[in-house]
Every structure is written in structure tokens, then in C-alpha cells.
């Protein structure tokens, strides 16, 4: 059965809850023992979900080995078992906003608080009694539960079943940022704390690497990388891991003197030498609550580290207790969990695309599945070697993910119990011609892409460099989209990029969708497409290598296409521009000695000499006297002269663009990614999640408000 598929369980529902018992079983075994990768949490919550439904409709089917009826898993013989002075419970789940409201209003009717019955957006106005919650990240990675006696790290255990773990005091010790002893005065004699133990992403990449280049077993994520790395049953391994410890609560603790919040706990835990979270936020609402999850949900991709929802708990730590618990999960809490950035599901086929300079990158056509909030049937699977490294076939189940807008990819094969036993369709052959044309394929050494090296003679190959050359960032050629360009192609009008400059009304006239007005349009669209900077032009013609920040450096020193055709790439006396190495200069002498590029430069020189036009002359033309003179006053050259700058967020009555030509015309350089090496994040409305990054990075921030209109 497909094990992303709850509707073929078993009808009888004993049947049914022995199969999602015995398979949450084996996934919680991976989960918490296994160095490789493990099923995702999102389908692991669907079948626990289905259990819980199955055994509160069949009361006399629960078992006292239920899921349900455990937090971890048993822990693992090759460990020393230690109990826990407080069980670890899990989280209840909420997946929505009722999900969260219940919650509320479960814990007023508890504690005798009344509730009134407004909107999730005034649910506490009014003179109805405050409850206030601590909201904070839901780290995701290996729960750990620390004794500290007199301040003195003493023991510690994983989760293991809640009530026991395994001892991995040693491997504890080597990580870095845990103190092995309190800071501060009047501590506990003794406390437990408890946190998680993960690996920030840089750091998990790295490590990554270095096992592929030792031809060593990589870890599916991060998550699953810090678990195999804290079971290690030599210290010394776990010491060359990068983990780290975030602590989010404490279980027993004797004597000391604590705040009463747990909002407060998280500060005395900060004080006495741990890393929280510090996002945290104290809520006095459900709109509160709601606010903070989007504004995590929208900050998610670009924290260090990976998280899967965020979590609320009621912030006296004195009506916690009176709340207390039930069979597996505090009361006083709950997880807010984000949509799913992975899941399961059948890869249907493996399909090739020939991009515009000559890749072939193979595609995953999935089973529709919905991930991180979007239905998702295709996804990419890099190249030959990713394929054959993590052996997959059509008719397997794999993992899919997908973070922000980045494109899906299957991470890897999941295998469980089933799988197993099941006849696989044969390996996957890359072919060694091209799926467009036919030609040849070819590999450089040390590439993992096979390329068509057919260029323009190759269809799939033109159409997409035609789509590419009419695109926004090179020539803008408003009107002059994909279905056009395949129009113009299949009647055979357009064979390299100059003939748009050709076409006449005559030509346009037999297209389908193509009306006098539209013509009319589009022709004058691409006529004003000439003033375009020889940057556009340069970037437009997709030269491999030659990406849209390196065509505006080197428009800098060669300013005429002219120029350009006639200049020695490979002479060793040449000054090359900043940034242009010898494989740039390889591609740039290749693309202009060309044969089939010939009279595409020939037009293109003889339209583009007569001026020469700069980004910053096209934006003044935009830009009144006195908006550039705002610019200029909030964006002072000693400033951006020479920075690395990225922008995020919106500008009333300024584009981006603009405000990236103008950046460009006083010296800067615009970025479209904030790493270490930014400079300056300038910020605009609704700023995205580009201002977490750079806030965790220490960037330098300036906020443009207010743009004249």
C-alpha cells in the first residue's frame, strides 16, 4: 500500500490501528536512533492523528504499548538507561487557526476564566480576565533532558520513552555552547533543563561534504544529522559534529530561587549560560499568537536553523501546574505546526529539460501532493549522479521538499517495511543524446551536467534563450511571452534573437491571438527595446557565465558590442575585469567566434553603436529632479560607494529595479541574496525574510520611507 495514503488501511479498525501502530513504531525508531534519513513529520502527525481518531472511536483497541500511549521510543540496548526526575511529555498539535482557538478556550474553561465570543482578532478585549502565553520556536531536532547539581553538570539523557533515556553525558560534553556549569548566584541544588540538540544548516552542509569526500554515509537534514551525531558511541566523533544546544524549559528542580513566568524561566536560562530562543515573545492574545506564527512562518528560511512550527504555553508557571497534564502531553502547551515543507509521495517518471545554455537537468514528475502549502507534481533531481547517489527509480516513494520559493527537490528514497519486499522498476539510464535534437551530449571534467552543445541548433535550446533574451532583467520586451515565442518559432519567423527586430505587422497577422491592437503593441515594444543599456543586451544574449551583474561590469570597460567582438579574451597581456576569470573569458571568446552567432552580432552592432546607454541615464530619464534629489539625500555615495547591498520589502512610487539602477549608478553593488559578505540590507514595506537573515548576521539596515511621489 502507498504509505502516503491513509484511505488503503484496513476497513475492520483493529486491523487498521495494529498497521499504524507497528508503522509509527518502526518511523519512531528512525526518528530517534537512526543515522539515515526518516520519514517526514508531517506524514509521522497524519498517521499518529488517524490512531488517536481510530482509538477514541474504539476505546477497547488501546494498548498499553500504543503509540499513543508513549512519547519516544524504548531506548537503545548499546546505551545506559536514565530516568527522567519529570517525564519528557510531547506536544498536542494545532495545524489551524480553530485548532488554536479550541486550545484557548479548553485552558478558560479549565482555569474558570470567561471568554467572550468576538472574532480570533478581539477574542481578548473588552473586561474579559487576561491569559498570557509565552510563544517561541519549535526547534527540530533531538529533545535532551540536562541534571545540574550545585550548578554542575551531572547527567544527561534523551528523551527516549519519556520516562527513561539513553546517557550521552559524554557526547553532551563536547558541545560547545552548552556550559558545563551555571552561571549566577542562588542556584537550584539541583534542576533539570531541558532543550534541543541541532545542527544550524551552513554547518550541516558542511559536514555533508566532508562525509561525501571521505565516501561516507550524508545525512538526509539537519535533524537527522544532530541525532546520529549525539548517538555516537565514541565522544570523539560527536566533538568534530557542530552541534549546538537551545534549552526551551526545565523539569525538576529543588531549591533556588526561579521566576514565576515562563516567559521570565527563559531569561534566568539565558543568564545562566544558555542559548535560547530570541525570537520569543510574550502574547496576551489569540491574535497575538497568530501574529507571531506568521511572522515566524514568514522569517522560517532564512533562520540558521530548521524549525517546524512554533510553540505557546501559558506563561504562569503556577497555573501550569494547576493545568497539569494528561497521558502523553502537557495541558498548559501546544505546537502550532507550519505547513509541511516535506512529504511523501510516487515518483510517476523522470523526465529531461534542455535549458538555454545546453543543460539537461532531469525532473521528477510526482503523484500531486501538497507541500509547504502548494500542490506540488514536479520537482527537480539536479543531475545523473544525485539520481544514481540517492538510486532512484520510477514507482518509488521518495521525500519532496520545499522551503519558501525555492524548487521542489526529492530528497531521498523512503524505505520502510513494505518497500522492502517490493520488486523495484529497473535503474534510471541517462541518455547520451539530447532529448530536443539529438546531438551528443557532452560532460567536462569534474561537471556533474550533461550539455547539448548545439546551441542554436538545437530547438529546445533556441526557445528557451529567446524566452530568456525577451525577459524583464534583459531586454524587457513587454508582450513577447512563452506562447508568442512558440508561435513565432513553429511559423518559422524567428531563428536567433535579431529577428524580432525584423518582424513586420504582415508576419504577426496570421498568429493566433494576435488582434491589430496587440500587433501594434508589440511591435512598438520591441522597437523601444533598442534603448535598452548595451548591458541588457549583453546579459540578454545568454552567454554562459555572463550573468546580469557581471554583463554591467563589463559594459564599464568595453563599452561598444564592437569592442567587445574585437578584443583577444585568451590574451595572457589582456587586463580582464574584476570578476572575469579564464573560464569566462574561454566563454566570452567562444561565443563571439561563434560561426552561427555571426549575423546576430552583425545586426545587434549596427543597431547598438550609435549610443551608448547607461542603466543610470535610463533611470534619470524615469525619475524626476527632485526624486532623485530624495535619493540622493537618503542614500549618501559615502555610503553605498563600493557596498554590497540588497534590497527587500516594497517602495511606493519606486521600483526596485529603479532603485537598484540608481544604487548601481552611484557605485554599489546590488545583490539579490544577504550573506556575511553584505554590506547594507536597505529596507522597504513588508520586508521579508531577507531582514531575519541580516539581523542575525549583524548587516548594517537602512529604511527608505516615504519616496516622493
Same mark, same amino acid.
Given at each position: 500500500?502507498?504509505?502516503?495514503?491513509?484511505?488503503?488501511?484496513?476497513?475492520?479498525?483493529?486491523?487498521?490501528?495494529?498497521?499504524?501502530?507497528?508503522?509509527?513504531?518502526?518511523?519512531?525508531?528512525?526518528?530517534?536512533?537512526?543515522?539515515?534519513?526518516?520519514?517526514?513529520?508531517?506524514?509521522?502527525?497524519?498517521?499518529?492523528?488517524?490512531?488517536?481518531?481510530?482509538?477514541?472511536?474504539?476505546?477497547?483497541?488501546?494498548?498499553?504499548?500504543?503509540?499513543?500511549?508513549?512519547?519516544?521510543?524504548?531506548?537503545?540496548?548499546?546505551?545506559?538507561?536514565?530516568?527522567?526526575?519529570?517525564?519528557?511529555?510531547?506536544?498536542?498539535?494545532?495545524?489551524?487557526?480553530?485548532? @488554536? /482557538? %479550541?486550545?484557548? $478556550?479548553?485552558? &478558560?474553561? +479549565?482555569?474558570?476564566?470567561?471568554?467572550?465570543? *468576538?472574532?480570533?482578532?478581539? !477574542?481578548?478585549?473588552?473586561?474579559?480576565?487576561?491569559?498570557?502565553?509565552?510563544?517561541?520556536?519549535?526547534?527540530?531536532?533531538?529533545?535532551?533532558?540536562?541534571?545540574?547539581?550545585?550548578?554542575?553538570?551531572?547527567?544527561?539523557?534523551?528523551?527516549?520513552?519519556?520516562?527513561?533515556?539513553?546517557? @550521552? /553525558? %559524554?557526547?553532551? $560534553?563536547?558541545? &560547545?555552547? +552548552?556550559?558545563?556549569?551555571?552561571?549566577?548566584? *542562588?542556584?537550584?541544588?539541583? !534542576?533539570?533543563?531541558?532543550?534541543?540538540?541541532?545542527?544550524?544548516?551552513?554547518?550541516?552542509?558542511?559536514?555533508?561534504?566532508?562525509?561525501?569526500?571521505?565516501?561516507?554515509?550524508?545525512?538526509?537534514?539537519?535533524?537527522?544529522?544532530?541525532?546520529?551525531?549525539?548517538?555516537?558511541?565514541?565522544?570523539?566523533?560527536?566533538?568534530? $559534529?557542530?552541534? &549546538?544546544?537551545?534549552?526551551?524549559?526545565?523539569?525538576?528542580?529543588?531549591?533556588?530561587?526561579?521566576?514565576?513566568?515562563?516567559?521570565?524561566?527563559?531569561?534566568?536560562?539565558?543568564?545562566?549560560?544558555?542559548?535560547?530562543?530570541?525570537?520569543?515573545?510574550?502574547?496576551?492574545?489569540?491574535?497575538?499568537?497568530?501574529?507571531?506564527?506568521?511572522?515566524?512562518?514568514?522569517?522560517?528560511?532564512?533562520?540558521?536553523?530548521?524549525?517546524?512550527?512554533?510553540?505557546?504555553?501559558?506563561?504562569?508557571?503556577?497555573?501550569?501546574?494547576?493545568?497539569?497534564?494528561?497521558?502523553?502531553?502537557?495541558?498548559?502547551?501546544?505546537?502550532?505546526?507550519?505547513?509541511?515543507?516535506?512529504?511523501?509521495?510516487?515518483?510517476?517518471?523522470?523526465?529531461?529539460?534542455?535549458?538555454?545554455?545546453?543543460?539537461?537537468?532531469?525532473?521528477?514528475?510526482?503523484?500531486?501532493?501538497?507541500?509547504?502549502?502548494?500542490?506540488?507534481?514536479?520537482?527537480?533531481?539536479?543531475?545523473?549522479?544525485?539520481?544514481?547517489?540517492?538510486?532512484?527509480?520510477?514507482?518509488?516513494?521518495?521525500?519532496?521538499?520545499?522551503?519558501?520559493?525555492?524548487?521542489?527537490?526529492?530528497?531521498?528514497?523512503?524505505?520502510?517495511?513494505?518497500?522492502?519486499?517490493?520488486?523495484?522498476?529497473?535503474?534510471?539510464?541517462?541518455?547520451?543524446?539530447?532529448?530536443?535534437?539529438?546531438?551528443?551530449?557532452?560532460?567536462?571534467?569534474?561537471?556533474?551536467?550533461?550539455?547539448?552543445?548545439?546551441?542554436?541548433?538545437?530547438?529546445?535550446?533556441?526557445?528557451?534563450?529567446?524566452?530568456?533574451?525577451?525577459?524583464?532583467?534583459?531586454?524587457?520586451?513587454?508582450?513577447?511571452?512563452?506562447?508568442?515565442?512558440?508561435?513565432?518559432?513553429?511559423?518559422?519567423?524567428?531563428?536567433?534573437?535579431?529577428?524580432?527586430?525584423?518582424?513586420?505587422?504582415?508576419?504577426?497577422?496570421?498568429?493566433?491571438?494576435?488582434?491589430?491592437?496587440?500587433?501594434?503593441?508589440?511591435?512598438?515594444?520591441?522597437?523601444?527595446?533598442?534603448?535598452?543599456?548595451?548591458?541588457?543586451?549583453?546579459?540578454?544574449?545568454?552567454?554562459?557565465?555572463?550573468?546580469?551583474?557581471?554583463?554591467?561590469?563589463?559594459?564599464?570597460?568595453?563599452?561598444?558590442?564592437?569592442?567587445?567582438?574585437?578584443?583577444?579574451?585568451?590574451?595572457?597581456?589582456?587586463?580582464?575585469?574584476?570578476?572575469?576569470?579564464?573560464?569566462?573569458?574561454?566563454?566570452?571568446?567562444?561565443?563571439?567566434?561563434?560561426?552561427?552567432?555571426?549575423?546576430?552580432?552583425?545586426?545587434?552592432?549596427?543597431?547598438?553603436?550609435?549610443?551608448?546607454?547607461?542603466?543610470?541615464?535610463?533611470?534619470?530619464?524615469?525619475?524626476?529632479?527632485?526624486?532623485?534629489?530624495?535619493?540622493?539625500?537618503?542614500?549618501?555615495?559615502?555610503?553605498?560607494?563600493?557596498?554590497?547591498?540588497?534590497?527587500?520589502?516594497?517602495?511606493?512610487?519606486?521600483?526596485?529595479?529603479?532603485?537598484?539602477?540608481?544604487?548601481?549608478?552611484?557605485?554599489?553593488?546590488?545583490?539579490?541574496?544577504?550573506?556575511?559578505?553584505?554590506?547594507?540590507?536597505?529596507?522597504?514595506?513588508?520586508?521579508?525574510?531577507?531582514?531575519?537573515?541580516?539581523?542575525?548576521?549583524?548587516?548594517?539596515?537602512?529604511?527608505?520611507?516615504?519616496?516622493?511621489?
Amino acid at each position: 500500500m502507498s504509505f502516503a495514503d491513509l484511505d488503503s488501511l484496513p476497513k475492520d479498525p483493529a486491523l487498521a490501528v495494529e498497521r499504524l501502530s507497528q508503522q509509527l513504531r518502526q518511523w519512531s525508531a528512525s526518528y530517534y536512533r537512526g543515522d539515515h534519513g526518516s520519514i517526514p513529520d508531517a506524514l509521522y502527525d497524519r498517521w499518529f492523528e488517524r490512531l488517536l481518531e481510530l482509538e477514541k472511536q474504539h476505546p477497547e483497541l488501546v494498548r498499553e504499548d500504543s503509540p499513543s500511549q508513549r512519547v519516544g521510543t524504548t531506548p537503545d540496548d548499546a546505551f545506559e538507561k536514565l530516568g527522567h526526575l519529570r517525564p519528557m511529555l510531547s506536544l498536542a498539535n494545532a495545524f489551524d487557526l480553530d485548532d @488554536v /482557538l %479550541a486550545f484557548d $478556550r479548553r485552558l &478558560r474553561g +479549565l482555569l474558570g476564566i470567561e471568554s467572550d465570543n *468576538g472574532s480570533a482578532h478581539n !477574542i481578548d478585549t473588552g473586561s474579559v480576565p487576561k491569559l498570557s502565553y509565552s510563544a517561541e520556536l519549535k526547534f527540530d531536532g533531538l529533545a535532551v533532558n540536562l541534571r545540574y547539581e550545585d550548578g554542575l553538570l551531572t547527567r544527561a539523557a534523551t528523551r527516549g520513552d519519556g520516562s527513561e533515556g539513553e546517557n @550521552v /553525558l %559524554a557526547n553532551i $560534553r563536547t558541545i &560547545r555552547n +552548552l556550559p558545563l556549569r551555571l552561571l549566577g548566584q *542562588g542556584l537550584p541544588s539541583l !534542576i533539570e533543563i531541558r532543550g534541543e540538540v541541532l545542527m544550524f544548516r551552513d554547518e550541516f552542509e558542511r559536514l555533508n561534504r566532508q562525509q561525501l569526500a571521505h565516501g561516507e554515509q550524508v545525512f538526509a537534514n539537519p535533524r537527522n544529522a544532530a541525532a546520529g551525531s549525539l548517538r555516537q558511541m565514541d565522544p570523539r566523533v560527536t566533538a568534530k $559534529r557542530p552541534l &549546538r544546544f537551545m534549552a526551551y524549559g526545565i523539569g525538576e528542580r529543588q531549591g533556588g530561587q526561579l521566576p514565576d513566568s515562563h516567559f521570565g524561566l527563559l531569561q534566568w536560562l539565558e543568564n545562566s549560560g544558555f542559548a535560547v530562543d530570541s525570537l520569543r515573545r510574550r502574547c496576551e492574545s489569540v491574535s497575538a499568537l497568530i501574529a507571531f506564527y506568521d511572522e515566524v512562518c514568514g522569517q522560517r528560511d532564512a533562520l540558521p536553523f530548521d524549525i517546524d512550527g512554533v510553540v505557546y504555553k501559558v506563561d504562569s508557571l503556577q497555573l501550569q501546574e494547576q493545568l497539569g497534564t494528561i497521558a502523553r502531553s502537557p495541558r498548559f502547551a501546544i505546537a502550532h505546526k507550519f505547513p509541511a515543507q516535506e512529504m511523501v509521495t510516487e515518483l510517476l517518471a523522470i523526465d529531461l529539460q534542455v535549458g538555454r545554455t545546453g543543460a539537461i537537468t532531469p525532473v521528477a514528475r510526482l503523484k500531486p501532493v501538497q507541500v509547504g502549502g502548494v500542490q506540488v507534481t514536479n520537482a527537480t533531481l539536479h543531475n545523473e549522479d544525485e539520481i544514481e547517489r540517492k538510486d532512484l527509480r520510477v514507482g518509488d516513494l521518495v521525500i519532496v521538499r520545499r522551503a519558501g520559493d525555492v524548487i521542489p527537490e526529492v530528497v531521498s528514497r523512503l524505505e520502510t517495511q513494505h518497500t522492502q519486499h517490493t520488486q523495484r522498476n529497473p535503474a534510471f539510464r541517462f541518455p547520451r543524446q539530447c532529448p530536443s535534437c539529438g546531438s551528443e551530449l557532452f560532460r567536462e571534467p569534474g561537471e556533474a551536467v550533461w550539455r547539448c552543445l548545439a546551441q542554436w541548433g538545437c530547438k529546445a535550446q533556441k526557445r528557451q534563450r529567446l524566452i530568456h533574451f525577451a525577459s524583464r532583467k534583459a531586454l524587457d520586451i513587454e508582450g513577447l511571452g512563452e506562447k508568442i515565442v512558440e508561435d513565432l518559432l513553429n511559423h518559422q519567423l524567428v531563428d536567433d534573437p535579431s529577428d524580432f527586430y525584423i518582424i513586420t505587422k504582415h508576419d504577426l497577422d496570421p498568429l493566433p491571438r494576435m488582434g491589430a491592437k496587440r500587433i501594434e503593441q508589440l511591435l512598438r515594444s520591441i522597437e523601444s527595446s533598442k534603448q535598452r543599456p548595451l548591458s541588457r543586451l549583453l546579459f540578454g544574449m545568454g552567454i554562459r557565465h555572463v550573468g546580469e551583474e557581471l554583463a554591467r561590469v563589463l559594459t564599464q570597460d568595453f563599452v561598444t558590442l564592437a569592442s567587445m567582438r574585437q578584443t583577444r579574451w585568451l590574451d595572457p597581456d589582456l587586463a580582464l575585469p574584476d570578476g572575469v576569470g579564464v573560464e569566462i573569458a574561454t566563454s566570452l571568446q567562444a561565443f563571439f567566434e561563434h560561426p552561427g552567432h555571426q549575423r546576430m552580432l552583425d545586426r545587434f552592432e549596427a543597431w547598438w553603436a550609435p549610443k551608448v546607454i547607461s542603466d543610470q541615464a535610463l533611470l534619470e530619464g524615469r525619475l524626476s529632479q527632485r526624486q532623485q534629489q530624495w535619493l540622493d539625500q537618503h542614500c549618501p555615495k559615502d555610503l553605498i560607494q563600493g557596498a554590497k547591498i540588497v534590497i527587500t520589502g516594497s517602495f511606493d512610487g519606486l521600483s526596485r529595479d529603479d532603485l537598484a539602477g540608481f544604487l548601481r549608478g552611484r557605485g554599489a553593488v546590488v545583490l539579490s541574496s544577504v550573506s556575511k559578505h553584505t554590506d547594507l540590507l536597505i529596507l522597504g514595506q513588508n520586508a521579508g525574510s531577507k531582514l531575519a537573515k541580516a539581523q542575525s548576521l549583524g548587516v548594517r539596515l537602512l529604511e527608505l520611507r516615504d519616496f516622493p511621489g
